[in-house]
C-alpha cells in the first residue's frame, strides 16, 4: 500500500525555474556566455554549483572552486529577490487540492527538493503546513539520481520506501525515485519521463482514486 507522497518542489510545486533562469542568464552574460531556455532545461533537478558547472560547460570555461562558489552566491541574491515577491498565486494546477485531499485521507507528504531554499519556497506560497518532513539541498550529500533525498523523506516520515508515491518533473530525480525503490508519477511529458509509472500533465490529474490504481503496480 501507498502511506505517504513525496514531492519535488520546482516544477511539481511551483515553478521556479523561470526565477533560476533569470538570475543564470544574466550570470553567464557577465561572463560572456550565451545561455539558452533550451539550456536551462538541463539546470532542472540539480544542484546550484552543479548547474553552473553546466554553464561553464556551454561556455566551454573553466573556473577556481572558490570563485564558482562566489558566483553562485551572486546567482542566489539575484534569484531570492525573485523568490521574496512568491505569493500563493504562482502554486501550479492541482497542487493545494490533491494536498488537502491527501491530508484528508491520512497520507502523509514530504518534500524532496535540491533546493537550498526549499522552506523559504513553502512558507512564500503557504504550502508549510502541508508539508510532514522536509529534505532539501541542506540536508542531503548526494544529489538526484541518487535516491538519497527520497530515502530520507521515507525515514522522516517513518514509511518504507514501497510505501512511498513520488512526484517529479525531472529526469534525474525520477531516476532518484526508482533508484530508491519507490513508484513515481511523472509530471510532464511521457516521451521525456519514460521511466516513470505513469506521467501526468499536472496534479489536477490527480486524485485519491487514481494514486489507488497505483497501488496495483
Ligand atoms: P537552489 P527541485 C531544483 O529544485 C531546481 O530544479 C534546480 O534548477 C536548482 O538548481 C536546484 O533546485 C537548487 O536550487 O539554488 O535554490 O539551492 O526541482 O529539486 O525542487
Ligand atoms: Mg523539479
Same mark, same amino acid.
Given at each position: 500500500?501507498?502511506? !505517504?507522497?513525496?514531492?519535488?518542489? /520546482?516544477g511539481?510545486?511551483?515553478? &521556479?525555474?523561470?526565477?533560476?533562469f533569470?538570475?543564470?542568464?544574466?550570470?553567464?552574460? &557577465?561572463?560572456?556566455?550565451?545561455?539558452?531556455?533550451h539550456?536551462n $532545461? @538541463?539546470l532542472?533537478?540539480?544542484? @546550484?554549483? @552543479?548547474?553552473?558547472?553546466? #554553464?561553464?560547460?556551454?561556455?566551454?570555461?573553466?573556473m577556481?572552486?572558490?570563485?564558482? =562558489? *562566489?558566483?553562485?552566491?551572486?546567482?542566489?541574491?539575484? +534569484?531570492? %529577490?525573485?523568490?521574496?515577491k512568491?505569493?500563493?498565486? $504562482? #502554486?501550479?494546477p492541482?497542487?493545494?487540492?490533491?494536498?488537502k *485531499?491527501?491530508k484528508?485521507?491520512?497520507?502523509? #507528504? !514530504?518534500?524532496?527538493s535540491a533546493?537550498?531554499n526549499?522552506?523559504?519556497?513553502?512558507?512564500?506560497? %503557504?504550502?508549510?503546513? +502541508?508539508? /510532514?518532513?522536509?529534505?532539501?539541498? @541542506?540536508?542531503?550529500?548526494?544529489?538526484?539520481?541518487?535516491? $538519497?533525498?527520497? =530515502?530520507?523523506? *521515507?525515514?522522516? =516520515?517513518?514509511?518504507?520506501?514501497?510505501e512511498c508515491?513520488?512526484?517529479?518533473?525531472?529526469?534525474?530525480?525520477?531516476? !532518484?525515485?526508482?533508484?530508491?525503490?519507490?513508484?513515481?508519477?511523472g509530471?510532464?511529458?511521457?516521451?521525456?519521463?519514460?521511466?516513470?509509472?505513469?506521467?501526468?500533465?499536472?496534479?489536477t490529474?490527480?486524485?485519491?482514486?487514481?494514486?489507488?490504481?497505483?497501488?496495483? #503496480?
Amino acid at each position: 500500500t501507498i502511506k !505517504a507522497c513525496l514531492f519535488d518542489l /520546482d516544477g511539481v510545486l511551483v515553478d &521556479t525555474a523561470v526565477y533560476h533562469f533569470k538570475a543564470w542568464h544574466q550570470l553567464a552574460q &557577465t561572463m560572456g556566455i550565451e545561455f539558452t531556455e533550451h539550456d536551462n $532545461e @538541463r539546470l532542472k533537478g540539480v544542484s @546550484r554549483v @552543479r548547474s553552473l558547472e553546466i #554553464i561553464l560547460e556551454i561556455g566551454g570555461k573553466t573556473m577556481a572552486q572558490e570563485q564558482m =562558489l *562566489a558566483l553562485c552566491e551572486q546567482k542566489n541574491k539575484e +534569484y531570492l %529577490e525573485d523568490v521574496a515577491k512568491m505569493t500563493p498565486e $504562482e #502554486i501550479l494546477p492541482g497542487v493545494v487540492d490533491f494536498l488537502k *485531499a491527501l491530508k484528508a485521507e491520512g497520507y502523509k #507528504i !514530504a518534500l524532496g527538493s535540491a533546493s537550498k531554499n526549499a522552506q523559504l519556497i513553502l512558507e512564500r506560497t %503557504e504550502l508549510l503546513p +502541508y508539508f /510532514d518532513a522536509i529534505i532539501d539541498g @541542506r540536508h542531503v550529500v548526494n544529489g538526484k539520481p541518487d535516491p $538519497e533525498v527520497f =530515502l530520507k523523506g *521515507a525515514e522522516a =516520515l517513518g514509511v518504507q520506501p514501497q510505501e512511498c508515491l513520488v512526484f517529479e518533473d525531472a529526469v534525474a530525480g525520477v531516476e !532518484a525515485a526508482k533508484n530508491g525503490g519507490m513508484r513515481c508519477v511523472g509530471v510532464g511529458q511521457p516521451d521525456v519521463l519514460s521511466q516513470a509509472d505513469v506521467v501526468v500533465k499536472d496534479l489536477t490529474e490527480m486524485s485519491i482514486s487514481r494514486l489507488k490504481e497505483l497501488e496495483q #503496480i
